[in-house]
């Protein structure tokens, strides 16, 4: 519950008891004993029960309310992510949840954050389905004093203090390793003058995983005369989308050499399509698969080869949005954005790293010794 209903009904009933109830800020006037520091899930329990202050620290009464619009159910990735979410923000921690899938629709996620507002709830962590279209509802919380986290993908905002923090992908960042690795792996095979047919199954659109993964791309593409794209539609980060696309692309084009899929979802979709045509996939086949996410199927079937290449977006967000709101809790500023460390999976070891304006990135060849250490 809002500790300002707590507040407030602890001035009504106990009102000859308490002389200075006042309204209380949002979460930033407790007093956390927890440093904020460390990530361990009890800490929060405790600063949110000092916090409060008052006896009757009976059960959800004292928890952190925290509100969290999820874009859907669209993929594994999205699976892993909310579970991450669930897991972390329970009474156990200190938390009550109160989760809502807006199936992908923008208006869903617009309706549960009024919701969130009109329930005063302590935190609202959105994780939005495209960038823009967030300026009049994320005001309408900022009026309520009501903290916004945004998760996983971002907002684009016409002002900054709409939102107090982000914690997600660098997904330019996320397309820039994967053409990397193409160009390097075409030169190891001695093949970097020969005409690249790419397919794009984007994500999305609008979402900045797909702009990112996108981007990325038509920058590889840009550079490299010889890469074209043959065509470029969005699978809307599903299996089914994925599939039908790559059904119908496989129609007009006979000459296909790679399928960016900008997510494992989409992979598996486009995968069941290729060979439903009767082509192989993979680096001795006829259509090399490029993906994201790595999810434990994704690499699965980078393990088996049916994925040449994986780049890791994780949606493990649950631990790091709540240190985010143990930092609030304690008077302490987050950081504004913050980028989680991703890696690069491969079925072949050919590409040993890959070099991007983020860095450099070793590539792992997927062995069961990493699917059984996948936390995801
Ligand atoms: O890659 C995809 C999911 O926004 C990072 O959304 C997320 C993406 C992820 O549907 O699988």
Partial sequence: MKKKIVSFVLCTVMAAALAGCGSGGDGSTSTAASGGGSSAASSSAGSS????????????????TVGFSQVGAESDWRTANSASMKETFVEANGYH???DDAQQKQENQITAIRNFIQQEVDYIVLAPVTETGWDTVLKEAQDADIPVIIVDRMVDVSDDSLYTAWVGSNFRAEGDKAVTWLDEYYK??????????????QGTIGASAQIGRTEGLEAGIEAH????????QTGEFTQAKGQEVMESVLKQHDDIDVVYCENDNEAFGAIDAIEAAGKTVGIDGDILVVSFDSTNAGLTDTMSGKITLNVECNPLHGPRV???????????????????????FAATDVVKSVKTDAGSFDVTVVTQDVLDNRAY
């Fill in 49 to 64: 029960s000092s916090a409060s202050s008052k006896e009757e620290d009976t059960g959800s009464g004292d928890a952190i």
């Fill in 97 to 99: 949840l109160i989760f």
């Fill in 188 to 201: 190891s095979k001695g093949m970097e003058n020969e005409e690249v047919n790419i397919v794009n199954i």
């Fill in 225 to 232: 005369s010889n890469w074209n794209m043959v065509a470029q």
């Fill in 322 to 344: 709540q240190e985010i709101i143990e930092k609030l809790e304690a008077g302490e500023t987050p950081d504004k954005q913050a980028f989680v460390d991703e890696e690069v």
